[in-house]
C-alpha cells in the first residue's frame, strides 16, 4: 500500500491508470514520495490492463519541489547515501514504457517538474508556473532536471532557467518545447485522459518499442540509434500484434485493426 502516491483506474477510462501525487498541501516530494513513484511506476509496467498513464497532481497544484525541510539538515555524506533514492524517485515516470502524460496545474517546481519530465508529454493550465528554482537554494537539479531539460529545450534556454531558478509561465513553456499543450485549468485533467485514450486500444508492443528506441536514441550517437531501431523492428515481427495489424491493412484498410496487446 502507498499513502501519499496512488495508482487508479475506473470503468469509465479503461487501459488508463492515473498516478495521483497526494500529499497536502503542495505535493512536497520527501523520501516516501519517491520510494511510492519507483513502487508504481514499476507496478504499471507489470499490469496489461494499463496502456497509458496520466500523472498528476490534482486540481490546485501539481508539485512544489522536493521537500526542502528534509533535506535541510543533511551533509554530503548523507546526500551521498540518498541521491540515488532521489533521482530514481524523481526519474520513475521516465522508466514507465507506455505513454505518459503529466497533468500539470498550478505549480510544477524543481522536483515537481522533474517527475514531470520524465513524462512523454505535458499538458498544462494555463496559470500554470514551471521551474527549477534549486539554485536559489544554494545547489543544482538533483533528478535529473539538469539532463532531461537541456535534451528538451536546449542548452541554452535550460541554462537560463537553471542558473535563474525563474518560474516559466504556460506560454512561454509552450513556445520554448517545455509543455505540449494549454488548456483552462479545470480541463487539464480531462485533455490528458483524452491523449492518453488514443492508445488503449492500440498495439502495445509497438509503442513501446517506439517509446525504447526515441529514448535511447536520443542518448547515443546517429548510428548507434539506427542499430537499436533495427533491433526492435525486427523483433515486433514476433508479436500477435504485428500478423494482425498486417493481416487486417491487407484485407480491410489501414486504421481497422483489432490488437490484442501481444
Known amino acids: 500500500m502507498t499513502e501519499f502516491v496512488t495508482l487508479d483506474t475506473s470503468d469509465e477510462h479503461p487501459g488508463i491508470g492515473t498516478i495521483r501525487l497526494n500529499r497536502p498541501p503542495m505535493n ?3 523520501g516516501q514520495v519517491q520510494d511510492e513513484l519507483i513502487q508504481l511506476a514499476a507496478e504499471v509496467n507489470k499490469r496489461d490492463d494499463i496502456k497509458a ?11 512544489a519541489g522536493a521537500d526542502i525541510k528534509e533535506m535541510q539538515a543533511m551533509g554530503y555524506t548523507d546526500m551521498s547515501e540518498a541521491i540515488a533514492r532521489l533521482q530514481g524517485g524523481l526519474s520513475a515516470i521516465a522508466t514507465i514504457t ?12 524543481g522536483g515537481g517538474l522533474e517527475v514531470a519530465l520524465g513524462a512523454d508529454r505535458r499538458i498544462v493550465g494555463d496559470n500554470a508556473k514551471v521551474g527549477v528554482p534549486e539554485i536559489l537554494l544554494g545547489v543544482i537539479p538533483g533528478g535529473g532536471g539538469t539532463q532531461r531539460l537541456a535534451r528538451l529545450v536546449g542548452p541554452a534556454k535550460a541554462k537560463d532557467m537553471v ?3 525563474r518560474f516559466v509561465d504556460a506560454e512561454e513553456a509552450l513556445q520554448i518545447g517545455l509543455v505540449d499543450q494549454v488548456v483552462a485549468p479545470d480541463e ?5 485522459l483524452a491523449w492518453a485514450k ?3 486500444g492500440a498495439a502495445s508492443q509497438a509503442l513501446r518499442a517506439a517509446k525504447q528506441a526515441i529514448d535511447q536514441g536520443l542518448d547515443t550517437d546517429l548510428s548507434t ?7 526492435l523492428f525486427a523483433g515486433l515481427f514476433a508479436t500477435e500484434d504485428r500478423t494482425i495489424g498486417m493481416t487486417s491493412f491487407v484485407e480491410n484498410g489501414p486504421g481497422k485493426a483489432k ?4
Open 259 to 262: 490488437f490484442v496487446g501481444k
Open 198 to 200: 488514443q492508445f488503449t
Open 28 to 30: 512536497a516530494i520527501n
Open 53 to 63: 498513464v496520466v500523472v498528476f497532481g490534482g486540481p490546485k497544484v501539481f508539485a
Open 98 to 109: 507506455k505513454p505518459t502524460v503529466a497533468a500539470i496545474t498550478g505549480y510544477a517546481l
Open 188 to 192: 487539464v485533467y480531462n485533455a490528458a
Open 225 to 231: 540509434g539506427l542499430a537499436i531501431e533495427r533491433h
Open 163 to 165: 542558473f535563474t531558478g
